[in-house]
């Protein structure tokens, strides 16, 4: 029943009344105007009270409060696996044709008194009547996830799970529906005994080596029903046999791990290939028996050295933030046994070089003469007239030879390569260096990255600086301690992020006029030919930083040696090519590139093929069909005993309707009732008197 309600006390329905009263009485009650007879006076007088008094109390802001019965009805969710490896098993053409037709009978006889919405899943999860078997991933992880994100706090009564329990993508399905809190029930398709198969696994290598490296390859293989077979086992690389292995297979359920180790010859991308042969096996799947890897070789590690005076800890921490690149190679060495030649060598970092007891004046014309880039670490030992004389970016006057302290303050105009605010932020709440006391003199052309803070004050006193001549760059870290802003860091943000990136940045910098790796084309090796291929190019300036201000352009060849023009188009700080879906085989490209007067190239293949994870594992599982069943109320079937699945869920407790009540509020100057009996009231009132001849 509806009920009003308004934000006043009842005590103000007076005000109400008073209101019409007032203003009815002096309108007919004591106006001297008013001719009419008494009962017409009283007639009128009512119909202005009635009217004032509605529209004051209008004024009070009444709100109807209405409650509204709603029947919630039960939902059945039903996901059904639009994965190839349905249709690979033997019972196939049921599959396509009778299963089909049962699961819409299913459906029609559920829909009479139930919300039914059905999914496929497989690549992704889609709302679909029946499925076409395409899909060539299994997620079952991914439609769970998506119940769970579309379907909490509804009448759910249960989830039909349709599928062969193969999984080939995404997590556990048991762990990924562990929180789902309705019944499910699966119906299991697919065969589970095994057949005579051997396959590849799964195939363990790096992604980047270096030229003259051995890698290794390793293939875990299983073969089924082949007992007494012997099996060949191929790595080749440009069509050719690299190496072979000899498996005997021992038993029906086999498994091997073979290895072969491969020398990283020719830079570049490099395709090889993994092939099992096998006679007289009587396979009926033989996709899996190949599989193609990519591996990039990479010309050559940087070398970079770290000689010292002594053993220090902040040897350490430099070395271990460097060796977060894998393109560094880093080495420690003293300079009372040091005896290399430095034209070896891309960096050398000079730590408390030259010092007061060692000058080391022979290596120091030896990286001059040979243009090595030098980065000093100044600290206590080291001699300050012997390292302005060789670092040529400062001038250190210090009279007193004592230390002070010194944090981190960012040069928000320095240029040389970029450095995150965020990062900057972190350097500057970092542990003060221990730093030479003294004057400080800027050569023309020098750049501070950072400026010291003593006392939090910020001094124009250099903290750390860089400096280029003749084509030679070399930089200062003028104080040691940076082992402590390793460790600070870490406690701090549970990273060392802020110290490894501005490390590694300078050094970038100090070796980017020797790295040849300034542009790169970055593909995914393998690409299925039901997808679009798309490529992504990186391209650097001098300082090793993003640039995507050139134009990109690459030239593709197939198989048969056809050459196809393409040009790349920037996105955000790269670049990026959609080829869209190519035809199957082996693609050759030709990439370039023109920054300023500098011409870069990468050169590089890939494959494009039908990639069939499906095919890779027909063994259906029902195990985890039977699982996921078991731990939500359900039960698993096979599709002759549809008709026992609908009568348990008929018999189900929470395949019931919920009875809501919902609660309207509607202000009582909306409702057009209130409108029309104002204006059949007054409408009334003014023909009544205009009709006796009243005023």
Do not use: C
């Not at 001719?35 to 004024?59: D, E, G, M, Q």
């Not at 690389?237 to 021992?250: A, F, H, L, P």
């Not at 197939?558 to 199957?584: A, G, M, Q, R, T």
């Amino acid at each position: 029943m509806p009920e009003i309600i308004f934000s006043y006390s009842w005590w103000a329905i007076l005000l109400v009344f008073l209101a019409g009263l007032v203003y009815a009485g002096l309108l007919y009650a004591i106006n001297p105007r008013n001719k009419l007879n008494a009962v017409l006076t009283v007639i009128l007088f009512i119909f202005r009270f009635v009217t004032v008094a509605i529209l004051v109390f209008l004024l009070l802001s009444p709100t109807i409060k209405t409650r509204k019965k709603q029947i919630e009805k039960p939902i059945i969710i039903i996901g059904q696996d639009n994965s190839m490896s349905i249709l690979m098993a033997q019972d196939s053409s049921y599959y396509a044709d009778s299963l089909g037709i049962i699961i819409n009978n299913l459906i029609d006889e559920f829909s009479l008194k139930i919300d039914i919405d059905n999914y496929i899943f497989g690549n992704s999860v889609k709302s679909s009547i029946s499925p076409d078997y395409t899909d060539n991933l299994s997620n079952y992880s991914d439609f769970f996830n998506y119940v769970k994100q579309n379907y909490t706090g509804l009448n759910v009564g249960a989830l039909i799970l349709i599928g062969d329990g193969i999984v080939n993508n995404g997590i556990d399905p048991v762990y990924s529906a562990s929180d789902i809190p309705f019944p499910i029930f699966t119906v299991a398709l697919g065969d589970t005994l095994q057949v005579a198969d051997i396959k590849i696994d799964d195939i363990r290598h790096n992604s980047i080596v270096y030229t003259g490296d051995i890698f290794p390859v390793e293939v875990n293989l299983s073969a089924n029903m082949l007992k007494g077979k012997k099996a060949t086992i191929k790595l080749l690389g440009n069509n050719d046999v690299i190496d072979q292995k000899e498996v005997s297979i021992s038993s029906d359920n086999y498994r091997e791990l073979v290895k072969f180790n491969v020398v990283a010859e020719k830079a570049g991308k490099q395709r090889y290939r993994v092939k099992i042969d096998i006679l007289d096996a009587h396979e009926t799947n033989f996709e899996n028996n190949v599989r193609n890897i990519f591996v990039d070789v990479v010309s050559s590690r940087k070398k970079i050295l770290i000689l010292a005076f002594a053993p220090h800890p902040d040897i350490g921490a430099i070395k271990q933030s460097l060796l977060k690149n894998q393109n560094y190679k880093v080495e420690i060495e003293y300079i009372s046994s040091f005896d290399k030649d430095v034209k070896q060598f891309d960096l050398v970092i000079l730590h408390q070089l030259p010092s007061k007891n060692n000058l080391a004046n022979r290596l120091l014309v030896s990286l001059s003469e040979n243009k090595v880039p030098v980065l000093f670490v100044i600290g206590k030992q080291s001699s300050l007239p012997a390292t302005s004389k060789y670092y040529k970016g400062l001038n250190i006057i210090s009279a007193t030879g004592s230390t002070v302290s010194a944090q981190f303050e960012f040069n928000s105009s320095f240029t040389l390569f970029s450095f995150n605010d965020d990062l900057a932020a972190q350097l500057s709440t970092l542990p003060p260096l221990t730093v030479p006391l003294g004057n400080f003199s800027l050569s023309h052309g020098a750049e501070v990255f950072g400026w010291q803070r003593i006392n939090n004050i910020t001094t124009d006193f250099p903290l750390i600086t860089f400096y280029s001549s003749a084509g030679v760059r070399s930089g200062a870290i003028l104080g040691e301690g940076i082992w402590l802003w390793r460790i600070q860091n870490y406690l701090q943000y549970n990273n060392s992020i802020a110290v490894e990136t501005f490390l590694s940045k300078a050094v970038m910098y100090l070796i980017a006029n020797s790295d040849s790796r300034h542009f790169r084309l970055q593909t995914k090796g393998e690409y299925d030919s039901r997808s679009d291929v798309i490529l992504v190019a990186e391209l650097y300036n001098q300082s090793l930083e993003p640039d995507n201000s050139a134009d990109v352009r690459i030239v593709l060849s197939n198989e048969n040696n056809e050459k196809f023009n393409f040009i790349f188009s920037p996105f955000e700080d790269y670049y990026k090519l959609n080829l869209n879906k190519l035809p199957v085989g082996v693609y050759s490209y030709k990439a370039n590139v023109k920054l300023g007067n500098n011409n870069y190239k990468d050169v590089g293949e890939f494959i494009v093929q039908s990639i069939n994870y499906e095919s890779r594992n027909l063994l259906a599982n029902h195990r985890v069909l039977n699982r996921l069943a078991s731990e939500h109320n359900g039960s698993m079937y096979y599709p002759d005993q549809i008709s026992k699945l609908r009568l348990d869920i008929n018999n189900l407790r929470s395949m019931t309707s919920k009875i809501h009540y919902e609660d309207k509020f509607t202000g009582l100057n909306t409702e057009l009732y209130i409108l029309v009996a104002l204006i059949l009231l007054l409408s009334v009132e003014w023909f009544l008197r205009k009709y006796f001849g009243s005023y």
